[in-house]
């Protein structure tokens, strides 16, 4: 530390009484809050050029550990080394991208009080949303495309309480949405052979699964599940795939009429697991 004498400092304070009042000026109001901001402007007024540099003594604090990120970059390791791309997309979308994945944009998606753009006026309630434009976007780049992308989807959460006294209240939606980490791997562009694309996913999904020593990794038909996502694949092209009993996902080609929606011409493929089966 550094004293600093009282004879230094510009002070209103009387001599007769012992205790020091601060008062912030007008512009600082807002921000500044507690000790740290009350030295940082003891030190302004002193002359940063005064106080002597000292190098900090002592060993530098371990990190640590993250297990979760050690986790997910391992995975991530898996996939690049596989042959695939990492992206990094937008959490926002718009409201007509949402609608084209199949989605109603005001239950499903929570929209933001200020947008800068048109493009980015609601946070994504799937992360297909961003494969899926990205597809679009580069599938006339390049005749095939092998992309993936670990990152989190937002769910509007809705509590039991009513939303006002009235005698018409109804559930209240919750401002912080529901954060669910999602992997989606992705084969797209132009096919040799029928199926290409979903035989390279199938085969990415016994890859990460013997990679991450994933116990009794299997598939088993979709049958007549109601999951919402079932809307977004090929009917007859999907699987659901499992460790033992728990489901981390699925495997399969997207329907033909979601394609459409989005502009894209070939087949495309998707692994779509949820990261809280995956690294529990």
């Keep these: 530390g550094l004293d600093i004498t009282?004879?230094?400092?510009?002070?209103?304070?009387?001599?007769?009484?012992?205790?020091?009042?601060?008062?912030?000026?007008?512009?600082?109001?807002?921000?500044?809050?507690?000790?740290?901001?009350?030295?940082?402007e003891v030190a302004r007024m002193y002359g940063y050029h005064?106080?002597?540099?000292?190098?900090?003594?002592?060993?530098?604090?371990d990190e640590a550990p993250n297990l979760q990120f050690a986790s997910?970059?391992?995975?991530?390791?898996?996939?690049?080394?596989a042959g695939f791309t990492e992206l990094y997309s937008y959490s926002l979308v718009s409201s007509d991208?949402?609608?084209?994945?199949g989605f109603n944009p005001e239950p499903d998606?929570?929209?933001?009080?200020?947008?800068?753009?048109?493009?980015?006026?609601?946070?994504?309630?799937?992360?297909?949303?961003s494969l899926l434009k990205a597809v679009a976007d580069n599938e006339k780049e390049r005749d095939v495309l092998r992309l993936?992308?670990?990152?989190?989807?937002?769910?509007?959460?809705?509590?039991?309480?009513?939303a006002s006294d009235g005698p018409e209240a109804g559930p209240r939606r919750i401002d912080l949405p529901d954060e669910r980490q999602k992997l989606i791997v992705v084969a797209a562009g132009?096919?040799?052979?029928?199926?290409?694309?979903?035989?390279?996913?199938?085969?990415?999904?016994e890859h990460l699964a013997e990679r991450l020593a994933l116990p009794n990794f299997g598939y088993e038909k979709v049958g007549t599940t109601k999951a919402p996502w079932v809307a977004h694949y090929h009917p007859s092209r999907v699987l659901i795939a499992k460790s033992?009993?728990?489901?981390?996902?699925?495997?399969?080609?997207?329907?033909?009429?979601?394609?459409?929606?989005?502009?894209?011409?070939?087949?495309?493929?998707?692994l779509e697991w949820e990261m809280k089966a995956l690294l529990p």
């Design 50 to 61: 005064k106080i002597p540099g000292v190098l900090p003594q002592g060993d530098l604090p």
């Design 190 to 205: 132009r096919e040799e052979r029928d199926g290409e694309h979903f035989y390279a996913i199938k085969g990415a999904a």
């Design 244 to 270: 033992g009993r728990d489901i981390l996902g699925v495997v399969g080609e997207l329907h033909p009429t979601l394609l459409r929606a989005f502009g894209i011409e070939h087949r495309v493929a998707f």
């Design 97 to 101: 991208d949402i609608s084209r994945a």
């Design 109 to 129: 998606a929570l929209a933001l009080a200020n947008p800068l753009t048109l493009e980015m006026t609601r946070m994504r309630p799937w992360l297909g949303i």
């Design 72 to 81: 997910e970059y391992a995975l991530k390791e898996v996939l690049r080394g």
């Design 148 to 162: 993936f992308e670990l990152s989190a989807e937002y769910h509007p959460k809705i509590s039991g309480g009513p």
């Design 6 to 40: 009282e004879a230094r400092l510009p002070s209103r304070r009387k001599p007769s009484f012992p205790l020091w009042k601060i008062t912030f000026p007008y512009w600082r109001i807002l921000d500044a809050d507690g000790t740290a901001d009350i030295a940082e």
